[in-house]
């Protein structure tokens, strides 16, 4: 993509009341914009990235044999009082509900058991109709009453929910377990290093729960962990001291703050219950459905690899993420044979399959592209100048010293 063409190019400063360094440096970039407090644009560079992370959930969600679907966010009142959660105090802190102009109750979605329990109800008559895993992308709403930390903490974020529903409590558990080490997977191909914690199940369930958190001192929860990484608790629910030997002898419990960039909940037969949503045994029998939720909130996960993946430059993303492979730079006052140049490489680029952002711009000078491509943080900046002749200087984000590469040896590198 030409640069000259990108909706929400970089700006040098960014607002003053923006504390957050995710949000700083997303702003500054041109990746997002704010509306309000919680509430973000994601302009075309962030939805890239976006993109990106989706598509690795996606990858390995449909290896565990999951379907991707969409659900509605605008939500009947009715619904939600089959479970009796409309009415919980707790779920009204957090959940936006209104009437329509003809009275009529709605809530926007902050989650999607209840959906999902109301859809198998139409579908599962019998044991031989499931396990069922559906999951979906898409925007929640939560009235954050804490929207402080930029894009980690939105009153509208996208999440990926996966749900599964399943015969007996074994299954489920099965289930469960793979999707764990699926999400240790996921989080490892995004390039974040995750600790699996036992947490409590909040709005959602009495039961426990499992959050995927990610060291950071910014982050807003804090974890009690055992070094050798045979234990963790959140310390909302953890009864045990800090310094206490860990069990497996990995010296003592340690506590850190940390994000939660996912959580998995292991509900039961509660929803099937309360909703009186069954399905038949063998023998003919109603038996409850066992159902299970899981969360990751991809908008969190980019801002939190922008807390961990930054310098005083700006941004360094994670390959597996950035919005482009490479960034190619011309460095040239008038066209001639360097933007002859620049252009050729970048159609030998593009059609080799490598996503390309070309700073084409003619009105900016070398310096100031350079700071932009720090400040983006595209793995791999290659120059073409005056200088560089029928080579291509090539500079990794995060290295001090540049090579000269024919385009040929560019373009291996690059595949
Ligand atoms: P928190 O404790 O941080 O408020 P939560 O436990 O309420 O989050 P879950 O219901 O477990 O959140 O949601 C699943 C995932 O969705 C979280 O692990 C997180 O990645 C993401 N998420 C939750 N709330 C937000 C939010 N307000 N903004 C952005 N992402 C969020
Ligand atoms: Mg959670």
């Known amino acids: ?189 995004i390039g974040l290093d995750v600790v699996v914690t036992e947490a409590s199940g909040g709005v959602f369930t009495k039961e426990y729960s499992h959050e995927f958190q ?28 800090e310094g206490k030997q860990c069990d497996l002898g990995h010296g003592p419990l340690k506590k850190a703050r940390s994000i939660e960039v996912g959580n998995i909940f292991p509900l039961g037969t509660k929803y099937s219950k309360d909703m009186k949503v069954f399905y038949k045994d063998e023998k003919g029998q109603e038996q409850p459905i066992w159902l299970a939720s899981y969360g990751i909130g991809p908008t969190r996960v980019m801002g939190t690899l922008v807390e961990m993946y930054h310098d005083d430059r700006g941004i360094v993303w994670p390959k597996s993420v950035a919005p482009f492979h490479c960034h190619l730079v011309a460095i040239t006052r008038d066209t001639t044979h360097v933007t002859r140049m620049a252009n050729d490489v970048y159609e030998k680029l593009q059609s080799a399959g490598i996503d390309v952002l070309f700073d084409d711009r003619t009105d900016v000078s070398a310096g100031e592209k350079f700071a932009d491509a720090d400040l983006v943080g595209i793995p791999v900046r290659l120059v073409v100048s005056e200088k560089t002749g029928d080579k291509i200087e090539w500079k990794g984000r995060k290295d001090k010293d540049t090579e000269f590469l024919t385009p040929d040896d560019v373009l291996k590198r690059l595949t």
């Open 214 to 241: 990610v060291f950071s001192e910014v982050g807003e929860d804090e974890i009690i962990y055992c070094p050798g990484g045979d234990f963790a608790q959140n310390t909302e629910i953890s009864s045990v001291a």
């Open 1 to 189: 993509m030409r640069y000259s063409l990108v909706f929400g190019k970089t700006r040098r400063e960014a607002p003053k009341d923006e504390v957050a360094v995710n949000a700083q440096l997303l702003i500054r970039g041109g990746f997002i914009d704010k509306l309000m407090a919680g509430s973000w644009t994601l302009l075309p560079l962030g939805l890239l990235v976006i993109n990106k992370i989706n598509n690795i959930i996606r990858e390995e969600l449909n290896k565990t044999g999951a379907n991707e679907m969409l659900m509605p966010l605008l939500h009947p009142r009715d619904v939600w009082d089959k479970s009796g959660r409309w009415s919980n105090k707790d779920v009204q802190q957090i959940m936006y509900q209104f009437k329509d102009i003809h009275e009529k109750e709605f809530g926007l979605s902050f989650t999607h058991e209840e959906i999902v329990m109301y859809i198998l109800s139409k579908f599962i008559q019998s044991y031989k109709d499931l396990p069922v895993k559906v999951y979906h992308f898409s925007t929640k709403f939560r009235n954050e009453p804490r929207a402080k930390s930029g894009i980690l903490r939105g009153r509208e974020f996208m999440m990926n929910d996966l749900y599964s529903a399943h015969v007996s409590k074994k299954n489920m558990m099965q289930y469960y377990e793979e999707v764990k080490k699926t999400y240790m997977k996921l989080f490892k191909r």
